[in-house]
């Protein structure tokens, strides 16, 4: 059984980072198109970034570029986010989600039905 596990979520201050972890389990990750959606209290859930398998190719929301950064680690069957200079408006919860694009992400990449799994997700506030 598939199973991605964020963590890393929290309280912080404009300005501050956070580093966001998704573990992944029950399947190799490793070759496989992978992103980040978040969704804020009253709105419909956003693309963040995405990364190929290889880690090669990376993606961002414009929202978000210059600013937080998407990487993994396929050893680990990790995906992390760093998010750096965040804002009050960056306050989601910030969900894992799994593709079967193998190794490169597809044109849809910045669509949630591209991807079939997804974590639980974790909550990220940024106090302004």
């Known amino acids: 059984q598939v199973q991605l596990v964020e963590s890393g979520g929290g309280l912080v201050q404009a300005g501050g980072s956070l580093r966001l972890s998704c573990a992944a389990s029950g399947r190799t990750f490793s070759i496989y198109c992978m992103a980040w959606f978040r969704q804020a209290p009253g709105k419909e859930r956003e693309f963040v970034a995405a990364?190929?398998?290889?880690?090669?190719?990376?993606y961002y929301a414009d929202s978000v570029k210059g600013r937080f950064t998407i990487s993994r680690d396929n050893a680990k069957n990790t995906v992390y986010l760093q998010m750096n200079s965040l804002k009050p408006e960056d306050t989601a919860v910030y969900s894992c989600a799994g593709s079967n694009q193998y190794r490169y992400c597809s044109g849809s990449y910045f669509r949630s039905a591209q991807y079939p799994y997804w974590g639980q997700g974790t909550q990220v506030t940024v106090s302004s």
């Open positions: 990364i190929s398998g290889s880690g090669d190719n990376t």
